[in-house]
């Protein structure tokens, strides 16, 4: 009998401080970078993001969603054999985020690694659990995005600082006979590495490069258009489902207009997208969990809906998750 992965609980954590973009135009308008609410509402469909305190790190944001998760399904971190974390802002070169998140949570054993595949990181994470669970080696997968953006940014840089916050989404993945996640679809393509990537790294007791955020922002936007419509079809034809059967969207939360314009393509009313990034920002590997949290949790998501979730990233990097909640 064929092994099917489904979710059993989701969870979320935004960190407490929250800035509005009146609050960042302040801030920024102290070091003569200048900018709007106005211009960052019209552009991104952003009003406000959270940034982490400096005594939290990645794996902190992550503990947080992950024990909201587990609640969530009912079960306790003994009783997990996968932990996957999707980021590309971890606390350290190594150990992983991973099996920081294991040790906070009071278990231990089980494998533990993290997928740096940055906004697509959570759509990379659910995929490679989804796999190990159709495979039968495992049973029951913690899954996570998260990332301390605000960490990478340069605050000089109007451009992007506005963009992004920190936050963290997590899902519990079960071993079902029923289906779950019905289709995936992974992609990438690394000519495109120089329009969005954080060049600096560690190197010989230093830092090499310029270890911030930097990003060719309408080259990503027309890439990004593509390739969502691409994935979510590409997954809607695996399963043999069309752009009607999908109950909820959720996309990768980078700006308003992208998601807009995706749910045109695939012919989606906007009110069957879930919205988050006026909210939080873009807060990369965990925006699509955080966005599917938020729409569980308000109830929006009922179960046996069907859920288009994908994302695009920095590689570039490309994918959807199309399942049965
Ligand atoms: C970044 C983005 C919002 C910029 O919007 P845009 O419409 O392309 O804007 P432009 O870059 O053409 O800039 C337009 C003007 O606004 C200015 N501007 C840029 N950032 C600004 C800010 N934060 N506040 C005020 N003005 C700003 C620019 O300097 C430019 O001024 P100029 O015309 O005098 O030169 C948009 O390209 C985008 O969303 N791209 C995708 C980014 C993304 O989603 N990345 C993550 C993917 S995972």
């Known amino acids: 009998m064929r092994i099917y992965s489904r979710i059993l ?121 989804d796999s190990m669970i159709q495979s039968g080696s495992a049973k029951r997968a913690l899954v996570i995005g998260s990332e301390v953006f605000s960490r990478i940014l340069d605050f000089k840089d109007r451009t992007t600082c506005v963009l992004f916050g920190d936050g963290a989404g997590a899902v519990v993945l079960e071993a079902a006979d029923q289906p779950g996640i019905l289709a995936t679809d992974l992609h990438a393509d690394g000519k495109y590495k120089d329009i969005l990537c954080v060049p600096g790294h560690v190197n010989r007791g230093g830092i090499l490069g310029d270890p911030v955020l930097k990003m060719d922002g309408q080259a990503v936007f027309k890439l990004a258009v593509g390739v969502l419509e691409e994935t979510a079809r590409a997954s809607l034809a695996k399963a043999n489902l069309t752009d009607a059967d999908i109950d909820w969207l959720i996309p990768h939360q980078a700006n308003i207009r992208i998601m807009q314009s995706t749910a045109k393509k695939l012919k989606m009313s906007a009110d069957k997208v879930v919205v988050t990034v006026d909210q939080h920002g873009n807060t990369s590997a965990a925006s699509i969990p955080l966005a599917l949290d938020t729409a569980v949790r308000d109830g929006r998501i009922q179960r046996g809906q069907t859920l288009m979730l994908e994302g695009v990233g920095g590689g570039f990097t490309w994918g959807s998750v199309l399942l049965r909640y």
């Open 9 to 129: 609980g989701t969870g979320s954590y935004l960190p407490e401080n929250r800035l509005t973009n009146a609050d960042l135009a302040d801030q920024l308008a102290q070091q003569g970078v200048e900018t709007s609410d106005d211009w960052i509402v019209e552009r991104t469909g952003i009003r406000a993001r959270h940034f982490a305190a400096d005594s939290q790190g990645c794996s902190d944001l992550a503990t947080e969603a992950a024990r909201k998760a587990l609640a969530a399904a009912g079960i306790s971190a003994d009783e997990l054999d996968l932990i996957i974390v999707g980021t590309s802002t971890p606390d350290m070169v190594f150990p992983s985020v991973a099996t920081m998140v294991q040790h906070k949570l009071g278990t231990a054993g089980c494998p533990a690694f993290d997928v740096q595949a940055v906004c697509s990181g959570f759509i990379y994470a659910l995929t490679i659990a």
